[in-house]
């Protein structure tokens, strides 16, 4: 049976790509829409953003990028995040590191999002992290308008604890649909906190940032990423495939259907972890790679 939030759910691809490193890459509009397209070519149709990407930057230039090729527009679902406040040369405004739910903010940002993705709607919104002045009928009235516009298809969030998550859905009629959080071998508390258990009850979509723990898998040296890593390798060996992929087959594997962000603008490692989708790891396989990440055997 179906939750009564959003009987439909989430309509994006299995593996998401995220854009926040795109910035950093240096690339020209040109070198990302070759990219966008490899990216549709594999089946990965959902593109991962947020307002304070590089600096305020990387809508702007995955949006250069898509108005050489607008067509794209409608081969693509865009997830972007909004309201948290950076201080930076590019907002000279924001005095505060801090977080800003006012309507009158949220409104504002999806329009400079809509400017600078050069898209005349955004498939999900999601705000960013949760903040203690949230009101969240003041912030349901900004989805309500912003849904009416047309401007905003779905909603959802980034960081939430399932009270914060239930709080604002008490308040909006717009359904939430996904929640991003932190999942990793390395990140176990939403497996733990009843995060994961809260997102699976009521469908809500897990979008994984930081998969791969921020590169500590590969290149850790922690006395327990050494552990989990030569349970990976030792899987990857078994399975024939490689570790990236037994650690995006891990997070799949979860019944609450996890869709991992990836952050790389190397297409070949997207490529591995679309593959992985077809890798299905034994509930032994699944559980050693918790026990290693834990440090001790399951109660």
Request: hydrophobic share 40%.
């Amino acid at each position: 049976m179906r939750h009564q939030y959003h009987p439909l759910g989430f309509e994006g691809s299995r593996i998401a790509q995220g854009f926040w490193r795109l910035q950093e890459w240096g690339w020209s509009a040109q070198e990302t829409l070759t990219f966008i397209e490899q990216c549709l070519a594999l089946g990965v149709t959902t593109f991962d953003h947020a307002d304070i990407y590089g600096d305020y930057q990387c809508e702007g230039l995955f949006g250069e990028a898509l108005k050489r090729k607008p067509e794209l527009r409608d081969k693509m679902e865009i997830v972007t995040k909004c309201s948290i406040l950076l201080p930076s040369e590019q907002r000279p405004e924001i005095k505060v590191h801090r977080y800003d739910y006012r309507r009158e903010h949220i409104l504002a940002s999806v329009d400079r999002s809509l400017d600078n993705l050069q898209c005349e709607y955004i498939d999900t919104l999601l705000l960013h992290r949760p903040s203690p002045l949230m009101d969240a009928d003041e912030v349901a009235q900004a989805f309500d308008h912003l849904f009416t516009l047309g401007k905003v298809k779905h909603f959802g969030v980034s960081n939430f604890t399932p009270q914060q998550f239930d709080l604002l859905q008490s308040r909006t009629d717009a359904p939430l649909i996904v929640n991003q959080v932190e999942l990793s071998p390395l990140a176990l508390q939403h497996f733990q906190d009843g995060t994961l258990d809260h997102m699976q009850q009521h469908a809500v979509t897990p979008m994984a940032w930081s998969p791969f723990a921020g590169g500590d898998l590969f290149s850790g040296q922690t006395e327990r990423t050494l552990r989990v890593r030569n349970v990976l390798n030792e899987l990857a060996e078994a399975l024939g495939v490689s570790v990236d992929q037994v650690v995006v087959a891990w997070l799949l594997r979860h019944p609450a259907g996890i869709c991992p962000v990836m952050g790389s603008g190397n297409i070949e490692r997207l490529q591995s972890a679309v593959e992985a989708c077809q890798i299905r790891l034994s509930d032994d396989d699944w559980f050693r790679v918790l026990i290693a990440s834990q440090g001790h055997d399951v109660p």
